[in-house]
């Protein structure tokens, strides 16, 4: 199966290599395939969901990773962030078998790791392929990357869109009425995403840094750098003046030099620190409402004193169930990313999002919400269905804690 263009009948412009083929990675093979890109990937071991999503975009299926090296000059992970350190390792053996075999790379590869991981394990991973002995002048060359915002979307702008929270897992729901309804009602501008109203694409920020990039046109060996970071809206940063200095010329120097790997992975962490720390909070909030009997009560009162609040928190909460059990380890590298010796939180005293961890863990693995898969939903797309999911969970915990304390009781 061959990779498609939207230009039908004329050459792509590049062949560029993701994995893998989840809600994010589908959904910018899209984009790329639309802006006249070939999108290649390897399912093989994947789920058939995967397979389905890749050959929907019309992404070309490799068998191998030797073969995704072989064809693509530049390769996006966007994997869950348990992951990410495995497919590097992945990419590092296959690379290593290409360049040892009769046809090697004689131009570098780019390796973009776009997962949502700490600074501490972005680093670690880019050290994986200096350890492999990977040379980034001729083998492959790292790249830090982030992804700010949900799945890009091509549609017909009105003057009312529903908004997607932050990641797009299926319909948000809106805001109930004022009366005792948890149903959603109405719908609410968009956030977490940015509009091109020439194109009818919505599309999120892909910030990246360190020593490469792909908009600097004397390094990247390829013709297509700007055009392709046009496309995906990959902005690399610049490195910020060391706060600590107070030379004139040093923050003159910095502010304009290249930024470092790990500064796209913080991007990511301190921004979805906010939204995600948000949906936590307002899953404990409406299910202690709920369980407490007086959630019509709670809702009404933010429906009349903040209702923006409110609208976000519907969209968060009602969007994040598929996504659960990956925020997991999400939280667990924001967590991370806060307590890393650079920044000084105490890892024991303040480390609010290992507790984060704990709410979405609750979700994924305690409530039937966990068991939702993105396209296919069936529980909590409002916030009425919702909080029943969440109370049935936290009514099983209480019957599990009660049975334990008895036996305790019973051995004493």
Same mark, same amino acid.
């Given at each position: 199966m ?13 062949k ?13 093979a ?14 093989t ?8 999503? +890749?050959?929907?975009?019309? *992404?070309?299926?490799? /068998? %191998? ?9 530049? =390769? @996006? ?7 990410a ?14 360049s ?18 700490s ?42 869109i529903?908004a ?7 319909? +948000?729901?809106?805001?109930? *009425?004022?009366?005792? /309804? %948890? ?5 609410f501008?968009?956030?977490? =995403? @940015? ?25 990247f ?46 991007l990511?962490?301190?921004?979805a ?43 968060y ?38 507790h ?32 029943q ?11 599990r ?8 009781g019973?051995?004493?």
């Open positions: 061959s990779g498609n263009t939207e230009a039908e009948g004329q050459e792509p412009r590049a560029i290599g993701i994995i893998s083929m989840g809600d994010m990675g589908s959904a910018l899209s984009l790329l395939i639309a802006n006249g890109y070939a999108v290649a990937t390897n399912c071991g994947r789920s058939q969901d995967t397979i389905d999503r +890749a050959i929907t975009v019309g *992404a070309e299926l490799l /068998s %191998t990773d030797e073969a995704l090296i072989t064809q693509c000059d530049v =390769i @996006l992970s966007i994997v869950p962030p348990a992951q350190a495995a497919t590097a390792e992945r990419i590092i053996t296959a690379f290593k078998r290409v040892s075999g009769p046809n090697p790379r004689c131009t570098p590869l780019y390796f973009a790791d776009m997962n949502a991981i600074p501490s394990t972005v680093k670690s991973i880019a050290a994986q392929f200096t350890t492999a002995g990977l040379d980034p002048d001729r083998d492959v060359r790292f790249v830090d990357g982030c992804i700010l915002g949900v799945t890009p979307s091509r549609k017909q702008q009105t003057s009312s529903t997607l929270g932050p990641s797009s897992t299926g319909p +948000a729901a809106p805001i109930p *009425a004022a009366s005792t /309804s %948890t149903k959603p009602v109405a719908s501008p968009q956030e977490d =995403i @940015l509009h091109d109203p020439t194109t009818g694409w919505s599309y999120p920020l892909l910030p990246t840094s360190g020593p490469w990039s792909f908009t600097d046109e004397t390094t060996p390829y013709p297509y750098g700007n055009h392709f970071a046009s496309t995906l809206h990959i902005e690399h940063m610049l490195s910020d003046p060391d706060p600590n200095s107070s030379s004139g010329a040093e923050k003159q120097r910095t502010s304009s030099s290249s930024s470092e790997i790990g500064q796209a992975s913080a990511k962490n301190v921004y620190s906010l939204a995600k720390g948000f949906a936590a909070l307002s899953l404990l909030s409406l299910s202690t409402a709920h369980s407490l009997r007086i959630l019509p009560s709670f809702l009404s009162s933010l429906e009349r004193l903040a209702p923006s609040r409110l609208n976000t928190m519907t969209r909460v009602t969007t994040l169930p598929p996504k659960a059990y990956r925020w997991v380890r999400e939280m667990e590298e924001i967590s991370k990313t806060f307590t890393d010796e650079e920044v000084g939180w105490d890892e024991d005293k303040e480390d609010v999002f290992k984060v961890a704990g709410v979405f863990r609750f979700v994924a693995d305690e409530t039937v919400l966990g068991q939702e898969k993105v396209g296919k939903r069936r529980r909590g797309l409002d916030l009425e269905d919702l909080c999911a969440m109370g049935e969970g936290l009514e099983g915990r209480r019957k804690r009660a049975v334990e304390k008895e036996g305790e019973c051995e004493k």
